[in-house]
């Protein structure tokens, strides 16, 4: 069973912005939000999901969007933050709608949770991978010959796609012993 870190926005609003706002505005307090997720960040040990709590936020601009999770998702990706994962949770339509322009922009996806508790893709992401993706879900792990087995797709493409989509932080990369061997076993982010 995976483990969440939840980070309260609206509490991190409160505490570092001090303005009584409950929303999220413009580039300049989008930085001081993600600098202070990043500092918290760091401290995590690897292998942690960190989830993003939007519920108690109302508005999220686009500026704020793309200085706060574009950037987030960006350094995640780009190894900054070691082996970490980062997922959404608490959404309502129009902070999902900003998120995801500001995600789509760079080329960015992030796994998410809407206010009803379904879970999304937000952001890019190419169709094969988002149907390997929608398998994982699905099924909640898999491995690359479980993937080329269901799809009937060659082993070395099976392996490429889900690294593709762990190197996108959308899934965790864990191993198990199978068959007296080691194998590699990707996971739906809970």
Excluded: W
């Amino acid at each position: 069973m995976q483990i969440m870190k939840i980070y309260n926005l609206y509490k991190l609003l409160k505490e570092e912005l001090k303005n009584g706002s409950s929303d999220l505005v413009t580039r300049p307090s989008g930085q001081v939000i993600r600098d202070r997720i990043e500092r918290d960040l760091m401290n995590e040990k690897g292998g942690e999901i960190i989830a993003l709590d939007f519920s108690g936020i109302g508005i999220i601009d686009y500026s704020c969007a793309d200085e706060i999770v574009a950037k987030l998702i960006s350094r995640l990706i780009g190894s900054e933050y070691g082996n970490r994962y980062i997922i959404l949770t608490g959404l309502n339509e129009n902070q999902k709608e900003n998120i995801e322009v500001a995600l789509e922009r760079k080329d960015l996806a992030v796994m998410a949770e809407v206010e009803d508790g379904t879970k999304i893709l937000l952001g890019s992401l190419n169709n094969y991978l988002k149907e390997t993706l929608n398998l994982i879900l699905k099924r909640g792990r898999l491995t690359a010959k479980e993937l080329s087995e269901a799809l009937n797709l060659e082993a070395n493409t099976s392996g490429t796609r889900l690294l593709n989509l762990h190197k996108k932080r959308v899934v965790k990369r864990t191993e198990a012993i199978r068959d007296g061997g080691r194998v590699r076993v990707y996971e739906r982010l809970q």
